[in-house]
């Protein structure tokens, strides 16, 4: 397996390589008996020779297609070959397979299965191009071919990568957007850890094609992404036993997201929580690492990991692709130059010169080989003179190359000395330049401090500090912003017996979410007012916030409706933290979600789903937003969902159960700063 492979496919160790899986992991519809027999005799008695005669038989007999066999074919090359190989073999076996595809092949879903792998294998060549051309069909013909959500999640988060190495990024957004919905409508239907698993690697996948082109803003969209799906996991599946492996690459993703935000402090400190994980010191952590450590100019360390990479790489690296050279030898150089590192730097040049002519031999004769199967199945002059020229082109592109990256080798080494001088002469007149602007940068400081006092007070305004004095009814609500200005919001409508309220927290921090904050809740009291449902709510709002939404902001938000005339509670949750529910023996507990609705503002046009308690008189509801359970003190640990319920369990009022929570997060922060805003609204009603 090559190197961008292994960094973009496998963004957590510990689990498994989900695209690329075996015909016997999946449900094959209204199985034939030649199909049957193969599975249970080959395939699943782990024999590759007893599967390869029966298929060759079934071929000869007329009960397989060709393209049913040679399906099973590269399937069962799968299925026994080494993990550890990139299998150009198995590219070309689903290569011509795919060839032999007819209209009237016994089972399509074959056609789609043959489809995907080939996909998959193209991208892992870096053949975006010829994934484009097998993807985009797939796609297209869903409906008759049957493509899950699963399958099309998968494929276009292959085509949102594609997309973004071959620098169309428009294509790349709409492809992403449509893998998102995807995950949504299936995380709907399917709460098993495997799916689960396959999205977070899929997302991880395009989070690192970004990280590769040096795009960091949407590298910080697809992380905060990520995030929502491995919370939802986290709370489906606390006890799985890969969470060692996810939260150590949570703390690589953020400084990777901390470090684009210019925080290179916090960066850095959480590198050094990263590496106290074992999986920090695995190929993937070693490589991914390097995705943090370049870009911040941590040369030092990024050398130091190469080196260690480099007894991976001559042990079990067998095919060197190109595009290895430039996304791991090159990179390899440059850690080495700026680190001081003259002698390495040189090696690593003398590398790339001596294994440029075997690499490209290597792809020269993959790329033959391909030719020469789509001249076996099909005969197509054209299509191998395309080839031939194709082929011709890119060896003089990578002849050139290579005389170029000698050429540059010599010439940054000749001219270090006196880049060296420059540099000390331009840092001087910087220092001269950074004290005569000192003064005018600190009075604009004070400026934008005094603006954004006035923008804290202006949105403390829209959230109301008043709550209905009603017989029966004991309310408060409190919203605490980590920095000047927030993202979280609360709110409340009272219309006779009704009584609707909403709490919600919007991506991001600071201006952006103050804004998109004012809008969301502009928008409830407005709906609220007419009367409607929670969830016909939530599909307005989403609706009117995902219209002309590019910068891909989205608020989670829980929506209840209470009759104070009979106690029922009817909720909408949009992707939010689940509230408490505390009976009248003090007996707290999660309020049960029984449907997982979109946050608002992804995606228009989805529907949503309410949920509702009979009665909740006599019990206390409490609603927050994840800067309680996700408040960190100095050594990163969580406040917790189990503290949440011991401390829920009192007799207090519904001021006094705020105020004690807001008291047991600073008292856990220890003098650490906010990470989050903190909102939380507590009711009770008599019975």
């Known amino acids: 397996m090559t190197l961008a492979v292994a960094a973009l496919v496998f963004s957590f160790s510990a689990c498994e390589k989900t695209e690329n899986k075996g015909l016997t992991d999946f449900s094959i519809p209204d199985y034939s008996p030649s199909d049957s027999l193969i599975v249970n005799q080959g395939l699943k008695a782990r024999d590759s020779v007893r599967a390869a005669f029966l298929i060759d038989s079934l ?10 066999a040679g399906v099973f074919r590269a399937s069962y090359h799968e299925y026994f070959r080494r993990r550890t190989d990139y299998d150009n073999v198995a590219e070309r076996l689903y290569t011509r397979a795919y060839s032999l595809a007819q209209p009237d092949d016994h089972l399509k879903w074959y056609y789609n299965f043959c489809g995907n792998h080939l996909a998959y294998y193209l991208y892992m060549g870096h053949n975006y191009e010829g994934c484009l051309r097998v993807a985009v069909p797939l796609l297209t013909t869903e409906d008759s071919l049957g493509n899950s959500p699963t399958d099309q999640t998968n494929l276009y988060s292959l085509l949102c990568c594609c997309y973004v190495k071959l620098d169309q990024r428009d294509k790349a957004v709409e492809a992403g957007k449509k893998a998102r919905t995807y995950c949504w409508e299936v995380l709907a239907e399917d709460s098993t850890p495997g799916i689960h698993r396959l999205f977070i690697n899929s997302y991880a996948r395009i989070k690192d094609a970004y990280v590769r082109v040096k795009d960091w803003e949407k590298t910080r969209e697809w992380l905060n992404f990520n995030d929502s799906i491995l919370r939802l996991y986290k709370r489906r599946h606390p006890d799985d036993p890969v969470w060692p492996v996810y939260d150590g690459f949570a703390h690589l993703d953020r400084a990777i997201k901390v470090w684009s935000l210019g925080l290179t402090d916090s960066a850095a400190v959480e590198y050094a929580e990263f590496r106290k994980y074992d999986c920090a010191y695995s190929l993937v952590g070693l490589l991914q690492s390097n995705d943090y450590l370049m870009p911040a100019g941590r040369w030092e360390d990024a050398a130091d990991n190469y080196k260690a990479l480099d007894a991976f790489i001559d042990n079990c690296v067998s095919e060197v692709f190109i595009e290895e050279i430039f996304s791991y030898y090159m990179p390899k150089f440059r850690a080495n130059y700026n680190a001081g590192r003259m002698d390495s730097a040189l090696f690593v040049a003398k590398q790339i010169s001596e294994i440029f002519d075997s690499t490209y031999i290597q792809q020269k004769r993959s790329q033959m080989a391909e030719m020469a199967t789509i001249y076996d199945t099909h005969g197509k002059e054209m299509e191998i003179a395309r080839q031939k020229a194709e082929l011709s ?23 270090y000395r006196r880049r060296a001088a420059k540099r000390l002469e331009a840092a001087h007149a910087k220092l001269q330049k950074a004290y005569d602007q000192l003064e005018e940068t600190t009075t604009a400081k004070e400026r934008i401090e005094s603006e954004l006092r006035i923008a804290r007070d202006i949105q403390m305004s829209m959230v109301p500090c008043v709550f209905p004095e009603r017989e029966g009814l004991d309310m408060f609500a409190s919203m605490t912003p980590a920095k000047e200005v927030g993202g979280d919001l609360y709110g409340y409508v009272l219309q006779g017996d009704q009584l609707y309220f909403c709490v919600g927290d919007v991506s991001g921090k600071g201006v952006p979410a103050s804004l998109f904050m004012a809008q969301s809740t502009r928008l409830f009291r407005t709906l609220a007012a007419e009367g409607m449902m929670p969830a016909d709510i939530a599909l307005r709002m989403n609706n009117e916030l995902s219209e002309g939404n590019d910068s891909n902001m989205f608020v989670t938000m829980f929506i209840g409706l209470l009759h104070l005339d009979s106690g029922r509670l009817d909720y909408c949750n949009c992707g939010h933290n689940p509230p408490v529910l505390v009976d009248d023996k003090q007996a707290a507990a999660f309020l049960d979600i029984q449907h ?10 989805i529907p949503f789903a309410s949920d509702a308690v009979a009665d909740i008189r006599g019990q206390q509801l409490l609603i927050y937003t994840d800067g309680l359970n996700e408040a960190e003190n100095q050594q990163y640990e969580q406040f917790g969902e189990k503290r949440i319920l011991d401390l829920m369990a009192c007799n207090l009022n519904s001021h006094e159960v705020i105020e004690m929570l807001k008291k047991a997060v600073e008292e856990h922060r220890n003098g650490a700063e906010p990470n989050d805003d903190l909102t939380l609204m507590c009711m009770k009603l008599s019975r």
């Open 59 to 68: 071929e000869k007999s007329g009960d397989l297609t060709p393209m049913a």
């Open 393 to 415: 082109h890119e060896r003089w592109l990578g002849t050139l190359a290579a005389m170029g990256l000698i050429t540059a080798f010599f010439i940054i080494y000749i001219l």
């Open 596 to 605: 997982v609705n979109q946050p608002l503002g992804l995606m228009g046009g």
